[in-house]
């Protein structure tokens, strides 16, 4: 059972920065992926960006050029520096840690709010 934790929301003023953290723990098995997802105010979870292990990156494009994602493989924790940031990134944040390999796995952070008021 993998535990998956996400740090960090909070409120911030538009064009104000913020940086999420979520660490992994739990597991022995390599965490392919890990990433950021988000679920505005009536609407669906929604890929944010995404890095795997080896450092291959994946971002939304409504977030390119104004979020960074990085990971510590050694701390299975991934990291997310949002700057620029609009009202319409609020949302709940949520960290996924997932294995391709066998024995897969996807997991859940709770969630995180991120606020960013105008």
């Known amino acids: 059972q993998v535990q998956v934790v996400e740090f960090g929301g909070g409120l911030v003023q538009a064009g104000g920065s913020l940086r999420l953290s979520c660490a992994a723990s739990?597991?022995?098995?390599?965490?392919?992926?890990m990433g950021w997802y988000r679920q505005p105010p009536g609407k669906q979870r929604e890929l944010v960006a995404a890095?795997?292990?080896?450092?291959?990156?994946n971002y939304a494009d409504f977030v390119k050029g104004r979020f960074t994602i990085s990971r510590d493989n050694a701390k299975n924790t991934v990291y997310l520096q949002m700057s620029s940031l609009k009202p319409e990134d609020t949302a709940v944040y949520y960290c996924?840690?997932?294995?391709?390999?066998?024995?897969?796995?996807?997991?859940w952070g709770q969630g995180t709010q991120v606020t960013v008021s105008s």
């Open positions: 996924n840690a997932r294995r391709v390999g066998v024995p897969s796995f996807s997991y």
């Open positions: 739990g597991s022995i098995f390599t965490i392919d992926v």
């Open positions: 890095i795997t292990s080896g450092g291959s990156t």
